[in-house]
Every structure is written in structure tokens, then in C-alpha cells.
């Protein structure tokens, strides 16, 4: 039987998208590989969000001619390959096949023309939806794609180039998928969009849907347990979907709502016309819903023509959201962004010195929440087991990692006490009626 190997980079959608792969060429007969050496088609399911994403694939496909038999394919899909696109080709000529992430459903073409340099980085919008086969079946998280591509356009990001307009699913393609999804195994839906509630999708009746539709038609599923959605640009969050971390329990207390900034001058050239009153005011909005509610945000830090002033708002933002579990990130000039275009591009030494101040006060606050926890009982998802064997992996509501001593009788949904924690993880143990 032939092999072939995936290696994932990047975000959930991304995640999700390669095991759409590994189902598309099971379809066709092929099994997973436990290695590169054994396999028979090497895909890199690549990130092209930062300048250091990119490198990583271009080193990695390197080390992949290297280490493959003689024969096997390898290539690129996703956004470095949409990023790319002929130019892979003529970086690494021997490389088989380069495809967007949305054309790489074309992927058995190759099989049945394996000598052919299969290159389709077209933007198809919802086509691949239509064409992949499903997962026979799903693990306990379903990761539901639910719109792709991005019309917000902030200035930095690449997003909008490589996986194009924003297109929101038809309603009920997206519960059919998490229907699925719940008979084959899944206790949590996890709704993926680079603009997650932003969806929007008005049927032939004239009926118009937002997220909030979604998650109330999907808490009706008895075997889902959990919901949550990601990642969300603030101004989408509407009082109807706020309204429903008070109505829908199964909706978890956790929500990803990226400032990227806390300096209103630095929002409006990252083109993000939101203020931070506007900000605050959703945040407490949610708070007032959910009590137990936790924020999590992701940051640019150095963007160009940033001051110190601008950055010590960000500092000040974070420190009055207190957001847990946050993602920091030096601002990475990308081509086809206006951003890279811009003056006063700050120098590495500074957004290295930003960096590390704003991920130091992060990872405060992310171990005193930890910490907070101790002694607490919470509902956890199972999600495997470590690298010992003698411990099983959970996930809290906050999607912190808890790490339990098995005792033989694992529930993919059990009631834990954690029982100590640090800034990366928790530890905790059943807690049994
Ligand atoms: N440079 C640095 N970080 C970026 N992000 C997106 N584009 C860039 C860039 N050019 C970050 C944003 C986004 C996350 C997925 O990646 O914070 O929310
Ligand atoms: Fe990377 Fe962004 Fe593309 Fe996801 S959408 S793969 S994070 S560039």
C-alpha cells in the first residue's frame, strides 16, 4: 500500500485542512507513513503568516530531499504555496506538485500523473468543501470550517491574499458536517474562520444566519458537549452572540478576541478601526454574560512607526483585560501587505526588547490564573495520553493542559480537582461519585 506523510505549520484551519488531506488520500486506498523514509508522498501543509513561517518550510522541504526514498513525491500546500507559487518551482526544482489552500482537493491528479508538476494555487472558494470526502471518523475536538478567507484587510496580514475573500459555508453544509461530526465521535465542535463571527449566510428563502444560529442549533446535538469558535475580530461580536455565553452552557467560558494593539494610533494604521472603549465595553458585556469568562488575545508588538508611548497602551491593555493565554508576536513584513510598504519600520533589537516585556507580563498572568485554579473542580476533555504512558492529557474549559495519573478507566469527559499548576500546565486527578 503506498504512504504518505503530512506535517502541519500554522493555525486550526490549517490543522484542519491536513486532515482533509490524510481523508482525501485514504479515499484513494493510500495509509499514513510512521516516517518520512517510508513514505511515498511527503506533503509540508504550510504557514505563511511570518517571514520565520516560511523559512521553516523552505528548511524543511531541504531536509526532506535528504531524507526520502528515491522516487516519492513531495511538495507544498497551503499558504506559502499560494505565497509562492511558480517561484517554488524554480527554488526547488524537483518538487512535485505546489497547492493553495484552496485547490488542494486537485492533490489526485498526481496519482493519477505522477510525473506531472502540478501547480494550482487558484483561489476556488467553497469548491474543496464540495469535492473532499468525509472523515469516517472525527476525533473528540471537530474542528468545522465555517467561512475562509478574510475581507478585513488589516494591513499586516497575508491572510487575505492567500486564502482570499471572505465566504461564509451554506448553513446547512456546516451542520451536516457537525452532525457527522457528533455521530463519529465528537464531544466538542470547534467552529474555524480567519473571521469567525463574521459569518453571514442568507439562504434561498431570504433567511439570513449569523454564528449565533450555529451554536444554538448545534447545543441541540445531545452528544456535544462543548462549543467554542475561532478566532474572532471584535466588532463582530454581536449582542446576540454575546448573549449566548449567558443562554448556552455548553458554550465554553473562553473566547479569543485578538486587539493586536493597545495604541489607537498603531490600530488605525493596522487598519483595525475598533477603539479600545469600544473594546473594553464588549469585553465587559461578556463579563457580565459569563462571569466566569476568560479573554485571550493575540499581539503584534513593533509594528511600523510604533513608539514607546504606543507600546507602553499595549502593556496597559493587557494589563486591564488580564488576558490569559495570549500569543505575542514581532510584526513580520509580508509581501502584498501595505504595511511592509510603510516608513519607520522598527528595528529587530527593539521589537526583540518589546517582545520579551510584553511575554514576560503574559506569562504572569497566565501562571496566577493557573494557579487560581487550584483546589477548583472542573469538566475536562480527554485528548490522549503522554509521552510516558502513564498519564493522560485533558483540557480544561480555558483549554489549559491538565495531566492526570491514569487509573485504567480514562472518560473522554471527566470531573477533575486540580491539584497544582505552573505557567504551561496543571495537574489534577479524577474526582469520582
Ligand atoms: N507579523 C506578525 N504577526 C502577524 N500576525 C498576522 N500577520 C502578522 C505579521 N505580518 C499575527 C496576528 C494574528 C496571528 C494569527 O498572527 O497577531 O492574529
Ligand atoms: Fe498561516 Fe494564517 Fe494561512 Fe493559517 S491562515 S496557515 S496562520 S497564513
Redesign the pocket.
Known amino acids: 500500500m503506498k504512504q504518505f506523510f503530512i506535517q502541519t505549520f500554522g ?1 486550526q484551519m490549517n490543522v484542519y485542512d491536513g486532515q482533509r488531506i490524510a481523508a482525501m488520500l485514504e479515499s484513494h486506498g493510500w495509509v499514513a507513513a510512521p516516517d518520512i523514509e517510508s513514505a511515498d508522498m511527503i506533503i509540508l501543509n504550510t504557514c505563511a ?2 517571514e520565520k513561517a516560511t523559512n521553516k518550510v523552505y528548511s524543511a522541504l531541504g531536509r526532506i530531499r535528504r531524507a526520502k526514498k528515491p522516487g516519492a513525491l513531495f511538495g507544498i500546500v497551503g499558504c506559502v504555496a499560494r505565497e509562492s507559487g511558480a517561484d517554488a518551482f524554480r527554488r526547488i526544482p524537483d518538487l512535485n506538485f505546489v497547492l493553495g489552500p484552496q485547490s488542494y482537493h486537485k492533490l489526485p491528479q498526481l496519482l493519477e500523473n505522477p510525473d506531472a508538476k502540478l501547480l494550482n494555487i487558484d483561489l476556488g472558494g467553497l469548491e474543496k468543501f464540495d469535492t473532499l470526502p468525509r472523515m469516517v471518523r472525527s476525533p473528540a475536538v471537530a474542528y468545522i470550517p465555517i467561512q475562509e478567507g478574510c475581507d478585513h484587510c ?1 494591513t ?4 487575505p491574499y492567500t486564502r482570499g475573500r471572505e465566504i461564509s459555508r451554506p448553513f446547512d453544509d456546516i451542520m451536516a458536517d457537525t452532525r457527522h461530526a457528533a455521530e463519529t465521535g465528537a464531544i466538542e465542535i470547534c467552529f474555524l474562520g480567519q473571521n469567525v463571527n463574521g459569518y453571514k449566510y442568507t439562504d434561498a428563502a431570504g433567511r439570513t444566519m449569523r454564528l449565533s444560529d450555529l451554536i444554538r442549533e448545534t447545543a441541540k446535538i445531545d452528544a456535544v458537549q462543548r462549543i467554542r469558535f475561532t ?1 474572532s475580530y471584535p466588532t463582530e461580536m454581536t449582542d446576540d452572540l454575546i448573549a449566548q455565553f449567558k443562554t448556552e452552557p455548553k458554550l465554553l467560558p473562553f473566547l479569543n478576541l ?1 486587539i ?1 494593539s493597545g495604541s489607537p494610533d498603531v490600530l488605525t494604521r493596522m487598519n483595525r478601526p475598533y477603539s479600545l472603549d469600544l473594546y473594553i465595553d464588549i469585553v465587559d458585556k461578556l463579563r457580565a454574560a459569563r462571569p466566569d469568562i476568560q479573554i485571550s488575545s ?3 508588538v513593533g509594528f511600523p512607526g510604533e513608539t514607546d508611548a504606543d507600546f507602553d497602551m499595549t502593556m496597559d491593555i493587557a494589563r486591564r483585560v488580564r488576558y490569559i493565554n495570549s ?1 505575542s ?6 509581501p502584498h ?1 501595505a ?1 511592509a510598504l510603510m516608513r519607520d519600520q522598527i528595528p529587530e533589537q527593539i521589537k526583540s526588547v518589546r517582545l520579551a516585556r510584553l511575554d514576560g507580563f503574559l506569562n504572569e498572568i497566565q501562571r496566577e490564573f493557573n494557579e487560581s485554579c487550584v483546589g477548583k473542580t472542573m469538566t475536562c476533555l480527554m485528548e490522549g495520553g503522554d509521552k510516558t504512558g502513564q498519564n493522560l492529557v485533558y483540557r480544561t474549559p480555558y483549554m489549559q493542559q491538565v495531566i492526570v495519573a491514569s487509573d485504567g478507566d480514562a472518560h473522554p469527559l471527566a470531573q477533575i480537582k486540580i491539584t497544582a499548576a505552573n505557567k504551561a500546565s496543571l495537574r489534577g486527578e479524577f474526582v469520582r461519585d
Open positions: 493555525c503568516v511570518r488589516c499586516y496580514c497575508i491572510v478566532s485578538p493586536q493575540d499581539f503584534i500569543y508576536f514581532k510584526y513580520s513584513p509580508r501587505t504595511a
